[in-house]
């Protein structure tokens, strides 16, 4: 019986830790992603009361209510994509996804949690006629993102 080489064994077992490398990767950068999106939102969030407090008329006023709740929306999807972004790392464990499925489902998190929250507040910056901005445009794709994400990860969660 021929006797495998160090090389081979360490090589093989480089191979093995790679998944669980990649599992761990992933885990970590959605725990990152989720808590620098709760920063960022709930700081914007943060801006918005002080707006209120300090009655700014650019935010308050009747003429700018498109902006108001725009900008309320893209604080709260960004806040709730925080959290789905934190619980998609705690569950990652638990789901039986490959990893490509789990690849496509944090891509598409990750990008819905960009796009929506960005195409409501952009959409709140500039608006027309009571009309939000063109940057609302970024809502319906980052939506359709969100849905696949949930999708990828809930059959990840069927009993096979």
Known sequence: MAKKSP????????????????????????LAFGWWALALFTTFGLVLEAGH??????????????????????????????????????????ARLTPVAAAR???????????????FILGGVAFYAGDPGFAIALVPPGALLLVVAVVIIARGFQKR
């Open 53 to 94: 407090g300090l009655k700014l008329g650019w935010y308050l006023d009747l003429g700018n209510a498109t902006r108001r709740l725009s900008f309320t929306l893209g604080h709260a999807h960004g806040t709730l994509l925080g959290f789905a972004n934190i619980a998609f790392a705690l569950s990652l464990e638990h």
């Open 7 to 30: 090389a081979a064994a360490a090589k093989r077992e480089r191979s093995e830790d790679a998944p669980v490398a990649q599992h761990e990767a992933l885990v970590r950068r959605h």
């Open 105 to 119: 489902a944090s891509l598409a998190l990750r990008a819905a949690t960009i796009m929506m929250p960005l195409g």
